[in-house]
Protein backbone atom coordinates (compact mmCIF):
# COMPACT_ATOMS: atom_id res chain seq x y z
CA UNK A 1 0.00 0.00 0.00
CA UNK A 2 1.28 3.65 -1.00
CA UNK A 3 2.40 6.07 1.92
CA UNK A 4 3.31 9.92 1.36
CA UNK A 5 4.50 11.85 4.61
CA UNK A 6 3.68 15.90 4.42
CA UNK A 7 6.20 17.58 5.73
CA UNK A 8 5.55 21.73 7.21
CA UNK A 9 6.90 24.24 7.52
CA UNK A 10 6.55 24.14 11.49
CA UNK A 11 8.54 20.47 11.43
CA UNK A 12 5.20 18.93 12.27
CA UNK A 13 4.37 15.71 9.56
CA UNK A 14 1.35 13.56 8.93
CA UNK A 15 1.25 10.78 6.69
CA UNK A 16 -1.00 9.53 4.89
CA UNK A 17 -1.83 6.09 2.80
CA UNK A 18 -3.80 5.00 -0.06
CA UNK A 19 -7.28 5.50 0.35
CA UNK A 20 -7.04 8.02 2.63
CA UNK A 21 -9.26 11.36 1.73
CA UNK A 22 -8.18 14.70 1.69
CA UNK A 23 -11.55 17.26 2.29
CA UNK A 24 -10.46 20.53 0.75
CA UNK A 25 -12.20 23.47 2.69
CA UNK A 26 -12.94 25.97 -0.24
CA UNK A 27 -13.87 30.07 -0.64
CA UNK A 28 -17.31 30.23 -1.54
CA UNK A 29 -18.41 33.56 -3.17
CA UNK A 30 -22.17 34.25 -3.10
CA UNK A 31 -24.12 37.33 -3.91
CA UNK A 32 -24.61 38.11 0.32
CA UNK A 33 -21.41 37.44 1.48
CA UNK A 34 -18.15 35.15 1.25
CA UNK A 35 -17.81 32.12 3.57
CA UNK A 36 -15.62 28.73 3.93
CA UNK A 37 -17.15 25.03 2.77
CA UNK A 38 -16.22 21.70 2.34
CA UNK A 39 -14.96 21.07 -1.47
CA UNK A 40 -15.48 17.10 -2.16
CA UNK A 41 -13.52 14.44 -0.59
CA UNK A 42 -10.38 13.21 -2.68
CA UNK A 43 -9.66 9.72 -2.42
CA UNK A 44 -6.01 8.90 -2.42
CA UNK A 45 -4.50 6.71 -4.97
CA UNK A 46 -1.49 5.09 -5.93
CA UNK A 47 0.43 6.24 -9.18
CA UNK A 48 2.50 3.61 -10.88
CA UNK A 49 5.85 6.04 -10.79
CA UNK A 50 4.78 8.88 -8.11
CA UNK A 51 2.90 6.79 -5.50
CA UNK A 52 -0.15 9.21 -4.02
CA UNK A 53 1.79 12.58 -4.62
CA UNK A 54 -0.64 13.29 -7.99
CA UNK A 55 -3.70 12.82 -6.42
CA UNK A 56 -2.73 14.77 -3.15
CA UNK A 57 -1.93 17.40 -5.61
CA UNK A 58 -5.62 16.93 -7.17
CA UNK A 59 -6.85 18.02 -3.41
CA UNK A 60 -4.54 21.10 -3.01
CA UNK A 61 -4.79 22.48 -6.58
CA UNK A 62 -8.50 23.19 -5.44
CA UNK A 63 -7.64 24.85 -1.28
CA UNK A 64 -5.84 26.77 0.94
CA UNK A 65 -6.58 25.01 3.76
CA UNK A 66 -7.99 21.24 3.90
CA UNK A 67 -9.03 18.23 6.12
CA UNK A 68 -7.69 14.53 6.53
CA UNK A 69 -10.13 11.66 6.82
CA UNK A 70 -12.88 13.37 8.27
CA UNK A 71 -11.23 14.40 10.94
CA UNK A 72 -13.31 18.16 11.42
CA UNK A 73 -10.81 18.81 14.73
CA UNK A 74 -8.03 19.80 12.75
CA UNK A 75 -7.60 22.02 9.31
CA UNK A 76 -4.21 22.06 7.44
CA UNK A 77 -3.17 24.81 5.58
CA UNK A 78 -1.70 23.46 2.22
CA UNK A 79 0.59 26.64 1.35
CA UNK A 80 2.64 25.90 4.85
CA UNK A 81 3.63 22.18 3.42
CA UNK A 82 7.73 22.34 2.89
CA UNK A 83 7.76 18.94 0.61
CA UNK A 84 6.00 15.56 0.29
CA UNK A 85 7.58 12.49 0.07
CA UNK A 86 6.88 8.67 -0.83
CA UNK A 87 7.19 6.06 2.66
Known amino acids: ???AI?????KSTIELKE???IIPI????SDEKTFASMD???EL????HNGLIPSI???F????FFYVNHDFDTAYNSKAIVKITIA
Not at 61 to 64: A, H, S, V
Open 40 to 42: ESV
Open 19 to 21: GDF
Open 1 to 3: MDK
Open 45 to 48: WGHV
Open 61 to 64: LKCD
Open 57 to 59: MDA
Open 26 to 29: VRVD
Open 6 to 10: IHFSD
